[in-house]
């Protein structure tokens, strides 16, 4: 509770000094991106960065996990101290990453994954509509119960950009 509190201060904080450049999706080189593997399935996910290689893009992810795992594109609770700093240096180094977009699938509302994404240096952040991290993203799209859905559905509108 504590630590969702100093957290959330972070955030705001976070949130206040945001740059969102804009940038096109034509244009773009590189995209993050960051999901809950609890909501996401790699199928789901391995099929979107093949959708945006196939588009000429650099694609990196980083997945916000329940339990700690050996995989260095993760992360958990764990990760994440009580003050903010992030104890696996992939995070910091996805987080420092210059994305032309970010992409942020999450629903769960999990502080630790905003806290994440309100450190992230991305020129443009994207993702399905949370309550909890609408403030760090330049665009969303309305959340169905169909994951594979909202994913085909946040390509097609980034593609708009």
């Known amino acids: 509770m504590i630590k969702n509190a100093l957290l959330n201060r972070k955030c705001r904080a976070l949130s206040k000094n945001q740059n969102n450049e804009h940038s096109t999706y034509r244009n773009a080189s590189s995209i993050g991106i960051l999901y809950n593997a609890a909501e996401f399935q790699n199928y789901l996910i391995s ?9 000429g893009k ?18 958990c609770k764990k990760n994440v101290s009580m003050t903010g700093n992030l104890t696996k240096d992939s995070i910091s180094f996805f987080a420092q990453q210059r994305f032309d977009f970010l992409i942020a699938l999450d629903l769960s509302g999990d502080m630790n994954f ?37 994913i085909k559905e946040l390509i097609r509108y980034l593609k708009m950009i």
């Open 47 to 55: 099929d979107l960065i093949n959708s945006l290689e196939a588009d």
């Open 58 to 75: 650099t694609v990196a992810r980083l997945a916000f996990t329940e339990k700690d795992s050996e995989d260095r594109f993760s992360f």
């Open 114 to 150: 905003k806290y994440v994404l309100a450190l992230s240096k991305a020129s443009c952040k994207v993702g399905i509509d949370s309550e909890s991290i609408n403030d760090f993203l330049l665009m969303s799209i309305k959340a169905s119960e169909n994951q594979s859905q909202n």
